[in-house]
C-alpha cells in the first residue's frame, strides 16, 4: 500500500542531485573524450592521463572517506544518505571515467590491475544496491510485524509442546520427531545466500504424515510441525535476505581498500616514471 | 491567676510540634510538649515500616534544631529522638488536651485525664492525622477494623481488604498482598487520585491477580470475617478475617473550637486561618504543621522552628524569605512582603490563595523585567509555564506580522500562557512586552498542583481560558465583551480515552472545541467501521451539524484523554450572527471534511493506517520516529549513533515495535504533549526543553517511576558510563579497544534527548544511510495522509 511520500530514499536523495551531477560529469568528460583529436593546444595524455586520473582518484578518497564518515555520529557535515547518494552515483561514474581514463587498454600490469580492480569493486556496489533496492520491503513482508526473537520464540514454543506429546506417539513418530530436532537447519554457512537450506520441519512433517497413524497426539504433532515448517520457512528467507543485505560489504570494502592502494601504487608509478614521457 | 508554669505548651509533637520543642529547648524556654500518645511522632512512627521518607519540597531550606534527610522511617525518627534528647525536650506523653482557655501569657489547657497545664503562649502541632476518617457503619467498633497498617509483615496467610484508592491504601494492599490475601476495596471505579507509581502498580497487581478488587463498593458493614459490601451489581459479601480502611484524615475541628480557634467555613476539610507568624484568630495561640495548610515534614520542621521565634519576640523571617529575596534580584525595588502583596492583591486567580500557598509557589516561579517591545514568549516555543501581569502590559500578537495587525492587550493581573499549558502544545502566540512590565512566570507543575487544589484558581483561569478558546479558535478579531456571554455557558468536560463525544445520527445540539487531547473521527461505511480523521488540540467537532442542522454524520470518540469545551447550538447561532466570517469558516471547513471524507471512504486503508499511528503515539506524539520498511536495510547504524553519541547507550530499539503498511515505530521516545514519564518523578529530574524535547537530567535518582509510566517502553534503567572510544576504534569494531567503563553508580533512567545538543538533529536519522528514518509531527503524517493542510 502507498505510504504518504514523506520518505526519501538515498536514490532520489534531493531530487537526484547528485545523479545529475555524476551525469554532468560523466558527460563532459565523455564529450571530452570523444572530441579529443578536435581539441587543440592541450595535451590530451596529460589531460586524460593526469587530469583525468587525478580526479578519479579525488573521487576514490572521497567514496572511500563514506567509510569514516559513517562511523562519525556526532559530527560530521549533513545527513548521511546525502553521503551515500553521492556515494552511489560518484561510483557508478567511476566506471565510465576510468575506462576513458584508460584510453578502454587494459594491460597485465600494475596499471590494468587497477582498471580492473576499481571496476569490480564499483560492480559490488551496484550489486549492493540492487540488493538495497530489492530486500528490504521483501525482508518486512516476510517478517508480516514480527521480529527475529518473535520467530524464533514460536519456535521454541512449538519444539516444547511436541516433547510433551512424546509419550503418546509411536517409536516410528517419535523418531520423525527426534529427526526433525537433530537435522533442521535455520541458517549458516556460505552456502545458503544462494540456496535455502531444506525445511525439515517440513519433511518431517510429510514424514509423519506418509505414517497415516489415526491418533490424537500424532495430528497434533503433524499441526505443530506443519506451523513450525512456516516459521522455519519465514527464518531461512530471513537469514539469506539479510545475509545477503551485508555480504555484499565484504566484497566491496576489501575490494575499495585493495583498489585504493593498488590506485595509489599506479599513480605514484606515473608520477615518478611517466611524467617524463608525456 | 497564678503565674504560668511554662513560657510556651506544644501540642502535638508531630514534626512541627517536636521541632518547635527542641527549638524551645535550645533557646532555654521554659516548655512542655503535649501528646496523646505514648510516643513521638506519632504519625510518622505509624508510617509503613521501612518506608523511605522524602525530604521535599527539594528547593525549600531546613531550618530547625532536628536534622532531616530523605531516608527510611526509622533512621528519621531514630535522629530525631537523638537530637530531642540531646537538648532535653520536656515531652509527656498520654497527655490529650480536650480544650484551651484563658489569653495570651495565661492560657489554661485542660486534659482528659482532669488535670491542666497552664502556658503563656500555646502552639497547636495536632497535624491531621491524630483524626483519621473512620468507617461509620455497623461492625466498624469490631476489633479487626483498623485504620493504620505498621508493619505488613506481621500478617500472613490472612484474608485482608483494604478501603481505599488513595496512595495509603495502595501501598498498604500490595504490601500486605506479598503474604495474604488481599482486596482493595474502591469507591469509585478507578485509582486515578493515586500517584501515578502506585496507580500502575495496583493495576498491575490486580491485572496479575496478586490482588483482588471491588470496584464502586460502598461498605454497608462488617461482620466477624466477612465485608458487605454495596456495588452496582447487587450486595457483595468479600471474606475478610481483617480490615484496614484508608479514608484519609480531617483538621480536628471539634478540638481546635474548643480551643477558641474559628474556621473560616463548614467545609469539613477547612483548616484555620493564620497570620503570617502563625498566630489564629486567639492572640498567643498558634497553629502550625498540616493544621496549618502544610502537609510536608520539612515545611513542618521549619514553622516550628519559627513560631518559637515569633513567640520569643525575634522578627525571624521565614526560612525561605533569602530565596525569594534572590528572585526579586532584577527588581531591587520591590521586597519580598510587597510583592507578595502585589501578587495577592492585582492578580484574580491568586487572590484566594493563602500566604503560605502564595510563597510555595513564588519559590517554584521566576520575576522577570521586560522593556517596551521585548518577547516574552515566542509563537511555536516549547514552554509551558504561565505568566501572570504584576505591573505593565503586555501584548498578544494573533499573527505573525510584524509589528502584528491583530493582537490583544493585557493588563496588570492577567494571566497568558495557559493554552500551552493546558493543551502541551507549542505556544500558540508571541507576547512581548508594552513598556516596562514586571512579570511572575510560574511553573506548569506548580499551576497543575493549584489548580488541583485550589478550586477558585481552576474556576477562575477556566472562565478566562474558554474564552480567550473562543476568541482565538472561532472568533479572532471579535472583541471580548461578544464572547463573554457565550463563554459564561459554555461547560468544559472531559474525556477519557475511547469515551464518546457523540454518536452518528444523534441530534446535532452542540459542538466541541478541543482544548486538550485529540479525538478520532469514525464513519460506518458497508460493515467497516473506517477512521475518516483526526482532529487535534485547537480545533472543532460537531460544528458541521451545526450549520447543516442535519443529525451528526460521523462518531467521535476522544483518541486520547482529551478536554472539549462544549458550545449548545443556540450560543453557537449567536456567535455566528456576531462573527459572520465564522459561518464562512465554518462552511469552508465542512466542504474540507466532506472531501476527505469521500477520499477516505474509497481508501479505508489509510484510516487504519491513522488509527495505527495515533495508537503509536500519534494522538499524543510531539515528534515520533517513523521507519520506512521498504528502505531499511537493517544495518543498525541508527541504535550505533544512538549509542556512540549517548553514553555507550542505544535510546532506540529499532527491530522492536509495531508496523503498519511498511510503517515501522521503533521503540523510541514520542517525546508526548503531557509526557506520562514526568508526571511522578519525585526529583522533578525530567525536564521539557524550549524545542519540545523531553529528557532526563542527572537529577534521576533511579526510581524507575518514569519507565513504569511511558506506555510507549522506551525508557530504559541504565548503569551509566564513563569512558569514550574514538573513531579508529570503532571503525576496526573495537574488540577490546573500547574504553568505556561501567561506572559503580546506581541505575538512572536513560531515553532519548532527541540529540538536542547536537548539531543536525537526532543522530539516528543522520546516520541512517538510505533515508528509512525520520523524525516527524505525527500530525504531518496524518495531514499527509488525509490531504488536509
Not at chain 2, 479487626?144 to 505488613?152: A, E, I, K, S, T
Not at chain 2, 478536554?563 to 464562512?584: G, N, Q, Y
Not at chain 2, 547536537?758 to 543522530?763: D, Q, R, T, V, Y
Request: proline fraction near 4%; charged fraction near 25%; include cysteine.
Amino acid at each position: 500500500m502507498a505510504v504518504a511520500p514523506m520518505h526519501d530514499g538515498f536514490l532520489v536523495h534531493k531530487r537526484f542531485r547528485y545523479g545529475w551531477l555524476a551525469l554532468l560529469l560523466v558527460g563532459f568528460v565523455a564529450a571530452a573524450f570523444f572530441y579529443r583529436d578536435r581539441l587543440e593546444g592541450i595535451n590530451v595524455d596529460l589531460v586524460f592521463g593526469y587530469g583525468l586520473g587525478g580526479l578519479a582518484l579525488a573521487i576514490m578518497l572521497l567514496l572511500t572517506w563514506f567509510g569514516v564518515r559513517k562511523r562519525s555520529y556526532a559530527k560530521g557535515a549533513g545527513p548521511l544518505k546525502g553521503w551515500l547518494s553521492a556515494h552511489v552515483y560518484l561510483g557508478i561514474a567511476l566506471i565510465f571515467l576510468v575506462p576513458m581514463h584508460g584510453g578502454f587498454v587494459i594491460e597485465p600490469d600494475i596499471h590494468g590491475l587497477a582498471y580492473v580492480l576499481v571496476l569490480i569493486t564499483a560492480f559490488t556496489g551496484v550489486l549492493g544496491i540492487a540488493f538495497y533496492g530489492l530486500y528490504p520491503r521483501r525482508v518486512a513482508a516476510n517478517r508480516d510485524g514480527l521480529t527475529f526473537d518473535d520467530m524464533v520464540k514460536r519456535m521454541a514454543e512449538v519444539d516444547i509442546e511436541i516433547r510433551g506429546l512424546s509419550p503418546k506417539l509411536s517409536e516410528a513418530a517419535n523418531d520423525v520427531v527426534r529427526g526433525e530436532v537433530a537435522n533442521l537447519r535455520i541458517g549458516g554457512g556460505v552456502r545458503m545466500l544462494f540456496v535455502k537450506p531444506r525445511n525439515r520441519s517440513r519433511h518431517a512433517q510429510m514424514a509423519l504424515h506418509r505414517l497415516a497413524i489415526d491418533n490424537d497426539a500424532a495430528r497434533r504433532a503433524e499441526a505443530l510441525l506443519e506451523r513450525k515448517a512456516d516459521v522455519v520457512d519465514r527464518l531461512q528467507r530471513d537469514i539469506q535476505m539479510r545475509s545477503r543485505l551485508r555480504v555484499w560489504l565484504l566484497l566491496h570494502v576489501p575490494l575499495s581498500l585493495a583498489a585504493l592502494a593498488v590506485v595509489i601504487s599506479h599513480g605514484v608509478g606515473m608520477l615518478v616514471f611517466g611524467l617524463g614521457s608525456v | 491567676m497564678g503565674v504560668s508554669e511554662f513560657q510556651v505548651a506544644i501540642i502535638g509533637s508531630g514534626p512541627a510540634g517536636l521541632s518547635a520543642g527542641a527549638r524551645a529547648a535550645a533557646r532555654g524556654l521554659s516548655h512542655l510538649v503535649l501528646e496523646r500518645s505514648d510516643g513521638p511522632c506519632n504519625t510518622i512512627f505509624r508510617f509503613q515500616k521501612g518506608k523511605h521518607v522524602m525530604a521535599q519540597p527539594a528547593h525549600a531550606p531546613l531550618r530547625s534544631e532536628l536534622p532531616f534527610e530523605d531516608g527510611r522511617r526509622e533512621d528519621v525518627l531514630a535522629a530525631w529522638h537523638g537530637r530531642a534528647e540531646e537538648l532535653g525536650v520536656n515531652l509527656l506523653y498520654n497527655a490529650d488536651v480536650i480544650g484551651i482557655t484563658g489569653v495570651a501569657g495565661a492560657f489554661t489547657i485542660a486534659l482528659a485525664d482532669g488535670s491542666e497545664v497552664t502556658a503563656a503562649a500555646v502552639v497547636l502541632a495536632v497535624g491531621l492525622q491524630g483524626n483519621l476518617n473512620t468507617l461509620r457503619v455497623p461492625g466498624a467498633e469490631l476489633e479487626h477494623v483498623g485504620y493504620q497498617l505498621d508493619d505488613p509483615d506481621e500478617y500472613e496467610h490472612e484474608r485482608i481488604s483494604v478501603i481505599g484508592a488513595g496512595d495509603a491504601a495502595i501501598e498498604n494492599a500490595l504490601a500486605l498482598a506479598a503474604h495474604n490475601d488481599v482486596t482493595i476495596i474502591n469507591r469509585s471505579g478507578e485509582f486515578a487520585r493515586a500517584k501515578k507509581a502506585n496507580e500502575s502498580a495496583v493495576l498491575a497487581a490486580i491485572e496479575s491477580g496478586r490482588l483482588g478488587v471491588v470496584y464502586n463498593a460502598n461498605t454497608q458493614a462488617v461482620e466477624s470475617d466477612t465485608l458487605v459490601l454495596e456495588t452496582p451489581d447487587g450486595e457483595a459479601r468479600v471474606p475478610c478475617e481483617r480490615l484496614i480502611a484508608r479514608l484519609g484524615a480531617a483538621p480536628p475541628r471539634k478540638l481546635v473550637e474548643a480551643c477558641g480557634v474559628s474556621f473560616p467555613n463548614e467545609d469539613r476539610n477547612a483548616l484555620p486561618e493564620v497570620s503570617a507568624k502563625y498566630e489564629s484568630n486567639v492572640p498567643g495561640l498558634y497553629v502550625v504543621g498540616a493544621l496549618g495548610g502544610f502537609p510536608l515534614i520539612k515545611q513542618a520542621l521549619n514553622q516550628g522552628y519559627e513560631v518559637i521565634e515569633h513567640i520569643i519576640g525575634e522578627d525571624v523571617e521565614p526560612a525561605d524569605t533569602p530565596l525569594l529575596r534572590e528572585k526579586l534580584v532584577a527588581v531591587p525595588e520591590w521586597s519580598v512582603d510587597a510583592f507578595l502583596e502585589a501578587v495577592r492583591d492585582r492578580v484574580p486567580i491568586f487572590s484566594e490563595l493563602n500566604g503560605l500557598v502564595l510563597r510555595d509557589t513564588m519559590l517554584e516561579s521566576d520575576v522577570h523585567k521586560f522593556t517596551d517591545g521585548e518577547t516574552v514568549l515566542r509563537r511555536n516555543d516549547y514552554t509551558n509555564s504561565l505568566y501572570v501581569v504584576i505591573e505593565g502590559a503586555v501584548c498578544v500578537h494573533l499573527d505573525d506580522e510584524v509589528p502584528p495587525k491583530a493582537s490583544v492587550t493585557l493588563g496588570q493581573g492577567a494571566f497568558f500562557g495557559e493554552m500551552g499549558l493546558i493543551s502541551g502544545r507549542r505556544r500558540a502566540a508571541t507576547v512581548s512586552a508594552v513598556g516596562d512590565v514586571l512579570l511572575l512566570e510560574v511553573p506548569r507543575r506548580r499551576m497543575i498542583a493549584l489548580r488541583a487544589s485550589v478550586a477558585a484558581v481552576r474556576e477562575s483561569m477556566d472562565r478566562e481560558a474558554i474564552a480567550r478558546s473562543i476568541q482565538a479558535h472561532l472568533a479572532p478579531g471579535l472583541d471580548r465583551e461578544s464572547i463573554d456571554d457565550i463563554a459564561a455557558t459554555a461547560t468544559i468536560h472531559s474525556w477519557a480515552k475511547g469515551r464518546v463525544l457523540f454518536n452518528e445520527g444523534e441530534d446535532g445540539d452542540s459542538l466541541h472545541l478541543i482544548r486538550s487531547g485529540s479525538v478520532l473521527v469514525r464513519k460506518k461505511i458497508g460493515d467497516h467501521d473506517v477512521v475518516l480523521n483526526y482532529v487535534a488540540a485547537g480545533n472543532c467537532v460537531g460544528e458541521m451539524a451545526m450549520v447543516s442542522g442535519e443529525p451528526r454524520n460521523a462518531t467521535v470518540a476522544a483518541a486520547a484523554d482529551c478536554e472539549t469545551i462544549r458550545i449548545e447550538r443556540d450560543d453557537f447561532e449567536r456567535l455566528m450572527d456576531r462573527h459572520p466570517s465564522l459561518r464562512e469558516q465554518i462552511e469552508g471547513v465542512r466542504t474540507a471534511r466532506t472531501a476527505i471524507t469521500e477520499r477516505m471512504a474509497e481508501s479505508p486503508d489509510q484510516g487504519s493506517l491513522i488509527e495505527f499511528l495515533v495508537d503509536q503515539g500519534g494522538k499524543e506524539a510531539t515528534d515520533i520516529l517513523l521507519i520506512d520498511e521498504t528502505l531499511c536495510v537493517g544495518c543498525d547504524n541508527c541504535e550505533r549513533a544512538c549509542a556512540a553519541t549517548h553514553d555507550k547507550i542505544t535510546r532506540l530499539d529499532r527491530e522492536a515495535g509495531p508496523s503498519y503498511a511498511n510503517m515501522h515505530v521503533p521503540t523510541s521516545c514520542r517525546h508526548c504533549e503531557h509526557p506520562h514519564c514526568m508526571s511522578d518523578c519525585p526529583p522533578d529530574a525530567i525536564k521539557r526543553a524550549a524545542e519540545g524535547e523531553v529528557y532526563i537530567t542527572d537529577a534521576c535518582i533511579g526510581c524507575g517511576n518514569c519507565q513504569r509510566n511511558c506506555p510507549y517502553g522506551v525508557i530504559q534503567m541504565a548503569e551509566p558510563t564513563i569512558g569514550q572510544r574514538g573513531w579508529l576504534a570503532s571503525l576496526v569494531g573495537g574488540f577490546g579497544l573500547s574504553r568505556a567503563e561501567v561506572s559503580e553508580g546506581p541505575k538512572q533512567a536513560v531515553k532519548c534527548d532527541m540529540c538536542m545538543n547536537l548539531e543536525g538533529g537526532p543522530a539516528c536519522v543522520r546516520a541512517c544511510p538510505t533515508g528509512a528514518a525520520i523524525r516527524v509531527h505525527p500530525n504531518e503524517v496524518i495531514e499527509l495522509i488525509t490531504g488536509e493542510s
